[in-house]
């Protein structure tokens, strides 16, 4: 199966300043790379996803960015803002379609 | 429905009795998932189905858990003589088959055993 570790568990950052949240998986079969946001109390939803066919999407604030070779992909967000305070969880699915969660980084964006 | 669909949304339960929560994926997904997230933590894998059958049952806890999915559709996730450690909010997500398609999450079963 897959293994996919995440880093950092908490991160703490100034409104307006950048985030970056690292994963690495084991499974170099994975093509495809998730990424949720978790806010308190509610479900984790879908925030921008990759496939291993391209090595960066951006999609406003957020991007994502993958490294096969290495077997690592990063959430990137940037001019972060209090809103974007939530859990993170990065994500991939093995050949067999079950998803591997990381273990979450809980992101504070300070006003 | 438009969604996952979990119920119930809130339930609790006295030590030792058995719970079944119960998880409505998005039609036509034949990949579903459980999860379990204590407060604060991640989640936590519990099984996997592939349409009725479930090739991995390897997260399950122990042997007062189970889980079953009929007609490749609901799926329920039954406890037996809970324990106070089982509190948690118990989360369903499904996908399609396709690996490159994003698991979709139920908005959670919150169990209490007191």
């Known amino acids: 199966g897959e293994n996919v570790e995440q880093h950092p568990s908490t991160l703490s950052v100034q409104e307006g300043d950048s985030a970056v949240i690292k994963c690495t998986y084991s499974?170099?079969?994975?093509?495809?790379f998730p990424w949720y946001k978790q806010e308190l109390g509610k479900r984790p939803q879908l925030i921008i996803d990759?496939?291993?066919?391209?090595g960066e999407k951006k999609d406003q604030r957020i991007a994502v960015t993958l490294n096969k070779t290495a077997k690592h992909f990063s959430l990137h967000i940037t001019e972060t803002q209090p809103e974007d305070s939530a859990v993170y969880f990065c994500a991939a699915p093995d050949t067999g379609n079950q998803f591997y969660f990381g273990t979450g980084t809980s992101l504070t964006v300070i006003p | 429905g438009a969604g996952v669909s979990q119920s119930p949304s809130n339930k609790v339960t006295e030590k030792g009795k058995d719970v079944e929560l119960r998880c409505d994926p998005i039609s036509g997904h034949t990949a579903l998932y459980w999860y379990r997230q204590s407060l604060g933590q991640g989640l936590e894998f519990l099984i996997y189905f592939q349409g009725n059958s479930a090739p991995d049952k390897s997260g399950l806890p122990s042997d007062r858990f189970s889980a079953e999915r009929t007609g490749g559709s609901v799926s329920t996730l039954t406890i037996q003589r809970t324990q106070q450690e089982d509190s948690a909010v118990y989360l369903c997500a499904s996908s399609l088959v396709s690996s490159l398609t994003e698991a979709f999450f139920g908005q959670g079963t919150r169990l209490t055993v007191v």
């Open positions: 990759i496939r291993s066919n391209v």
């Open positions: 499974d170099s079969a994975s093509n495809y």
